[in-house]
């Protein structure tokens, strides 16, 4: 017998005692079949650790400011965190409307299609990095000087912004990296990114202050450091993942549908965000009116707010992207699962934080500051903002679910007049008859509840339309339609209607043939 015929011979007792493979680990959550509960919490978790860790950034600057320098050079780097939000808000809701493109694309199972809007989401955030910069230099004066920043505060908070939008190419490419990665569900490895990054960031800054004595600059590029190296890391990921969500610097460019996807989602909730923020920064300029210890307690208190609302958010951003997949593949049931789910897990959590956080009262809030009039202005915030945190649940995951179905307009609109507007009708037209710190808190739980209801209200309205439209496309004789109708609009570029019920643009801008369309 040949060599070859004992090798042979001894192929079958080889295979048999072979170990076998173990299966693949995947970074991907199949968000549409399985339990969701269990899921849910898989990818919110995550999410709502990194935007804390995120904030822990900002946590980190106060405290070090706070601690080692003094009460001003808190009241420039707390005071100035509602114009940040300001101004990067528009840039985020661009990555939120990248988050849905893909996940969108991934329902329909057109994953050469996810690649396309990958490139597209790298051009973006180069785009609008270099943008942010640019506007971010030019307008750090005369927002700080409109928002009434106090005079001991003014020139480090005018430093503390310059460094920041310097280096805010780098915060917007951890952004939108995470949103592609968060479209298939990987919420981890953006957190351990996020997590390296907050290590560094809080050894930088102490070495900044107590070595260097660089004060406020000091912490501003240590901040910059950080972001480099977040956002290097989640690029890195993104070089190495699978082929339809790799990015390829060498192939980078403009996908036309899938740019018009992401502005079309993308741009309302950047526009809700800035409106948001622009209410916000009119708050905090009745804030300062009060004084230096005013702006510091309230900035004390406010990371606590946002520790607690990033429950909140997360969960509302488990709704966009698990009903954008879910919607997309027909599945409608399931998609009123996530919002009760979502919505529970929301009002949930954000309680038992807020109980906390309250609970420790001056505990909470020595941690950034120790003065007496500062920890008496964080305290009064405490009662009457941050216990009723969770009231910012009926609006948020209610609009995530809208904008999960590709309603984007419409909860946008609700928030600008319930939470925006209203906002700054009282501080023009009833604060000043006021001008009571306490008063001036009240405005947020008030304007929560206004937006919160309408917001139900309306889901209910926007789902029965888009899931009327759904279950007309997956009748038979409309599939029979849809078939001809999109090849018709394949070669003729002239249908470019969407499900009934749903806003006009939105199927239109993907244009992937698929059954729930018309």
């Known amino acids: 017998m040949s060599t070859t015929d004992n090798t042979a011979s001894a192929s079958p007792e080889?295979?048999?005692?072979?170990?076998?493979?173990?299966?693949?680990?995947?970074?991907?959550?199949?968000?549409?079949?399985?339990?969701?509960?269990?899921?849910?919490?898989?990818?919110?978790?995550?999410?709502?650790?990194?935007?804390?860790?995120?904030?822990?950034?900002?946590?980190a600057d106060a405290?070090?400011?706070?601690?080692f320098i003094n009460s001003g050079a808190l009241a420039a780097?707390?005071?100035?965190?509602?114009?940040?939000?300001?101004?990067?808000?528009?840039?985020?809701?661009?990555?939120?409307?990248?988050?849905?493109?893909?996940?969108?694309?991934?329902?329909?199972?057109?994953?050469?299609?996810?690649?396309?809007?990958?490139?597209?989401?790298?051009?973006?955030?180069?785009?609008?990095?270099?943008?942010?910069?640019?506007?971010?230099?030019?307008i750090t004066g005369p927002i700080l000087g409109a928002i009434g920043m106090p005079a001991e505060a003014?020139?480090?908070?005018?430093?503390?912004?310059?460094?920041?939008?310097?280096?805010?190419?780098?915060?917007?490419?951890?952004?939108?990296?995470?949103?592609?990665?968060r479209a298939k569900g990987d919420t981890r490895r953006p957190l351990y990114a996020l997590a390296a990054a907050m290590l560094l960031h809080?050894?930088?800054?102490?070495?900044?202050?107590?070595?260097?004595n660089a004060g406020v600059i000091g912490i501003a590029i240590a901040t910059d450091i950080s972001n480099a190296l977040s956002a290097a890391i989640v690029i890195r990921m993104l070089l190495h993942e699978e082929d339809a969500f790799r990015l390829e610097p060498r192939h980078l460019a403009v996908d036309r549908k899938a740019l018009k996807m992401i502005l079309y989602i993308g741009l309302p909730s950047g526009l809700q965000s800035m409106v948001f923020s622009l209410s916000n920064v009119i708050i905090q300029a009745a804030i300062n009116s009060f004084g230096a210890d005013s702006t510091a307690g309230s900035a004390a208190t406010m990371n606590y707010e946002y520790y607690t609302y990033f429950f909140v958010s997360a969960f509302s951003q488990a709704a966009v992207t698990f009903i954008g997949q879910n919607f997309a593949a027909g599945n409608l049931k399931r998609c009123d699962s996530i919002v009760r789910i979502c919505m529970a897990a929301a009002v949930l959590s954000a309680l038992t934080l807020s109980a906390i956080f309250v609970g420790l009262g001056n505990i909470s809030l020595g941690a950034f500051t120790t003065e007496a009039g500062a920890l008496g202005y964080g305290t009064i915030r405490m009662w009457h903002v941050e216990l009723l945190e969770c009231m910012t649940s009926t609006y948020e995951v209610t609009a995530g679910a809208m904008r999960g179905m590709g309603w984007s307009v419409l909860p946008t609109i609700v928030v600008i007049v319930g939470s925006c507007l209203l906002r700054i009708a009282f501080i023009f037209w009833v604060f000043p008859s006021m001008n009571?710190?306490?008063?001036?808190?009240?405005?947020?739980?008030?304007?929560?509840?206004?937006?919160?209801?309408?917001?139900?209200?309306?889901?209910?309205?926007?789902?029965?339309?888009?899931?009327?439209?759904?279950?007309?496309a997956q009748a038979p004789s409309t599939r029979k339609r849809l078939r001809h109708r999109t090849k018709?609009?394949?070669?003729?570029?002239?249908?470019?209607?969407?499900?009934?019920?749903?806003?006009?643009?939105?199927m239109a801008a993907l244009e992937i043939p698929c059954e729930n369309q018309p």
């Open 488 to 506: 018709t609009a394949q070669n003729a570029k002239r249908s470019r209607r969407m499900p009934e019920g749903m806003p006009k643009g939105a």
């Open 436 to 472: 009571d710190y306490t008063s001036l808190m009240n405005i947020y739980p008030i304007t929560w509840i206004v937006t919160g209801t309408t917001m139900i209200a309306l889901f209910f309205f926007a789902r029965h339309r888009a899931y009327a439209g759904v279950r007309q």
């Open 202 to 212: 809080v050894v930088l800054n102490v070495i900044a202050v107590t070595v260097f």
């Open 77 to 138: 780097v707390g005071g100035v965190a509602p114009v940040i939000s300001l101004l990067i808000g528009l840039f985020v809701g661009l990555s939120v409307g990248a988050n849905v493109a893909i996940a969108i694309r991934i329902g329909h199972g057109r994953m050469d299609l996810v690649k396309n809007a990958v490139q597209t989401t790298a051009v973006l955030t180069l785009v609008c990095g270099a943008l942010l910069t640019v506007v971010g230099m030019l």
């Open 14 to 59: 080889l295979e048999a005692t072979k170990t076998p493979a173990r299966p693949k680990r995947t970074n991907s959550i199949d968000m549409l079949h399985g339990p969701l509960l269990g899921k849910l919490i898989i990818f919110a978790v995550p999410l709502a650790l990194s935007s804390i860790i995120s904030q822990l950034f900002n946590s």
């Open 154 to 181: 003014t020139e480090e908070a005018a430093w503390y912004l310059r460094i920041y939008f310097a280096g805010s190419v780098f915060f917007l490419a951890y952004n939108f990296g995470s949103a592609v990665l």
């Open 63 to 67: 405290v070090v400011a706070g601690r």
